[in-house]
């Protein structure tokens, strides 16, 4: 049986199971990327695991979320970032280099290889060929320090391409069809795959556009074969010599087919507020728009935006529309302004932001109250946008374009007349003196970490005790989300590399006084009832607890991510075997686990002494492989250091 252009891959950088679908494997990451709002942890957990140098051929810092600078936060975080770069052996790409995704696509990518990042839209990187994840911020510093990355083997959804886009639709409709299609869970726990015919009539930009916005689907990555295409995009970047071609075998088996015919594809929309909620622009055409944001690491390339130019050239944007465009990296940018195409978008009324995220992580241009805002982005969820009620369409940019020309959703297809050939240059514009390298291995010690008040170490962890004694300080109930456990918020946003700040708010929903009866405890047992850890994946919600002296967590059942989470803290996951034994426990009762680290190591059950009121409570620890080794070792970057010995 031959393979799929994923399966090749990962058979390439397998180093831990082997490759059967549904089971846990470790594979070998080449490359690594953060963008800065994750970043600043990441490298935090990196710096904690004592490594001197990354160990992946190329890793790269990119700043791009938060570039608004209303207070020292960012900045200092900007500064921190950097200087763990050149010390480590990162490259780092400064502020207004552009966006993490489109960068790394013209400078970095190489087909074949693997990367992980800390950005869910790492997948981009699938448009050149790559194995590209997105990743937790510790996945990545453990993939920096030498460690496997760990996912569940992947199903392979083909997604067979014929015909050619007729002119002025775009790679966009392209995954708005397969969203359509697949809806917003149906990539999960799968790769979707690109082939047939249609693949060569697209640029590698283009297949980007696609592959970036898998990650709506829910899917592991998504991916395209590079080819005569790829090797054309990577020659235009002065980067020949990263070519070689990858392709499925004709035997090459598939869980599910799907064919799509792009000479057929219509322009269309996601309509709010989720990206498989989609329309034909056909039947919303008509219906008044507030605003067009042009932009993110979907649709900022140098075709989206010299299409862009080609539509406005000449004309004026609606007078109720605003409109603003942010090019992808400055590459683009700086190309625009070369060829005089930039010229024709500022006369035409767009407001010209850095090339950055800006909007798509609502940096500015929130939209007017039930403002109907259009925007070439790949999310749309509710209040993103930074308006709560705003309506978020996510479209082309032929036809964000002209629809902030007619202050009205239309079809560009319907629009424009005859389209010009657009072509990718034979050379693009290489200049990376906004990327900085990395100081020699020499040099690296005489790199000093710009640390500014906001950037606070990672909190230690040890490992797991032979004994653990503790009060439990907060016993809580039911379906407690990561939320309850460690707020976000515009409010906090800025102190996510400031754990000790971070603390003061933890479990401040339930009970204010919990972090300051936590640390005068020294160390401590939460306490909870069933599903416990729902919501987001965010690795706070472990890490602050981590700080507070949170050494077990003892509750009726637990959400799945926030257990693993747990685990690569170092903090004890328990759960009653008997879910009325919560009721045995009461706030500030102290607690024994005794002989706790052998119960771990060889398996044998688990029993919490209430020594408050004297009862034996059996609890399961059910913990194995992998996951016992890193709790043993006191969490996820302890394990990695150990296997690194
Ligand atoms: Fe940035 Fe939005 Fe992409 S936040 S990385 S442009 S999804």
Redesign the pocket.
């Known amino acids: 049986m031959g393979y799929t252009i994923a399966e090749k891959i990962l058979k390439e950088h397998i180093v831990d199971g082997e490759l059967k679908k549904g089971t846990e494997i470790g594979i070998r990451i080449d490359q690594t990327l953060t ?1 800065d709002a994750t970043g600043t942890m990441a490298y935090l957990e990196f710096e904690a695991m004592g490594v001197d140098r990354v160990k992946t051929e190329r890793s790269v810092a990119y700043i ?2 938060n570039t608004l600078q209303s207070g020292f936060e960012n900045a200092d975080d900007h500064r921190f970032i950097g200087s763990v770069a050149k010390k480590h052996g990162i490259y780092f790409s400064r502020p207004g280099n552009g ?3 489109q960068v790394h696509l013209e400078r970095f990518g190489v087909p074949g290889k693997t990367l992980i990042g800390s ?3 790492t997948p981009t990187g699938g448009g050149i060929g790559m194995f590209a994840c997105g990743a937790g911020g510790l996945d990545v510093a453990v993939a920096m320090g030498g460690g496997a990355y760990y996912i569940t083997c992947p199903q392979t959804v083909r997604v067979n391409l014929t015909g050619k886009l007729a002119p002025w639709v775009s790679a966009k409709d392209v995954i708005l069809e397969v969203l359509r299609i697949l809806t917003v869970k149906g990539g999960v726990g799968k790769v979707i795959e690109y082939g047939g015919e249609g693949v060569k009539s697209l640029t590698v930009p283009e297949r980007a556009t696609i592959t ?1 916005m898998g990650a709506e689907l829910g899917a592991t990555t998504s991916i395209f074969p590079s080819d005569e295409i790829t090797l054309e995009f990577l020659k235009a970047q002065g980067r020949a010599d990263a070519w070689k071609e990858l392709k499925a075998d004709d035997d090459a088996e598939y869980d599910k087919i799907v064919n799509i015919d792009l000479s057929a594809l219509k322009p269309a929309a996601a309509c709010p507020h989720s990206p498989d909620n989609i329309k034909p622009i056909s039947e919303l055409a008509g219906k008044k728009i507030d605003q067009v944001c042009i ?4 649709n900022s390339s140098y075709l989206d935006m010299m299409k862009v130019a080609s539509i406005l050239k000449g004309k004026t944007c609606h007078p109720d529309v605003s409109l603003s465009i942010a090019p992808g990296s400055k590459q683009v940018f700086n190309m625009l302004a070369e060829n005089g195409a930039l010229a024709d978008l500022i006369a035409a009324g767009a407001r010209i932001l850095e090339c ?3 909007p ?2 609502g940096m500015g241009q929130s939209p007017n109250s039930g403002g109907i805002s259009l925007r070439t ?3 749309n969820f509710e209040g993103r946008s930074g308006t709560a009620d705003g309506q978020v369409y996510l479209v082309s940019p032929e036809t964000a374009a002209v629809s902030a020309l007619t202050g009205v959703f239309t079809d560009p297809t319907e629009y424009l007349g005859d389209m010009p050939e657009f072509k990718l240059p034979e050379k693009f514009l290489i200049n990376d003196n906004m990327i900085v390298a990395p100081a020699s291995p020499e040099e690296a010690d005489s790199v000093e970490i710009l640390r500014g008040p906001n950037i606070k170490p990672f909190p230690v962890t040890t490992p797991l005790e032979e004994s653990i004694q503790a009060a439990a300080v907060l016993k809580v109930g039911d379906n407690i989300t990561t939320d309850h456990i460690m707020p976000a918020g515009a409010k906090i946003l800025p102190y996510r590399s400031n754990i000790p700040y971070l603390s003061q708010f933890c479990f401040g929903v339930c009970d204010s006084t919990f972090p300051q009866r936590a640390l005068e405890a020294g160390k401590s047992i939460v306490v909870g009832g069933s599903n416990y850890g729902q919501g987001s994946s965010r690795e706070h919600a472990a890490l602050v607890p981590l700080y507070l002296g949170v050494k077990a967590v003892i509750v009726k059942s637990f959400a799945r991510i926030h257990r693993s989470n747990l685990i690569n803290a170092g903090i004890l996951p328990l759960t009653f075997v008997h879910e009325s034994d919560y009721d045995l426990i009461d706030q500030n009762d102290e607690l024994e686990l005794a002989d706790i680290r052998a119960c771990i190591e060889n398996d044998k059950p688990v029993t919490v002494k209430n020594l408050t009121k004297n009862i034996m409570i059996p609890v399961n620890a059910d913990l194995s492989g992998r996951s016992k080794d890193i709790l043993l070792a006191g969490g996820l970057l302890n394990y990695t250091k150990q296997q690194a010995e």
């Open positions: 963008q791009d979320h966006i993490c995704h950005d869910s839209h970036n932009g993110s690491c979907t950055a995220c800006g798509c992580i982005f790949n999310r």
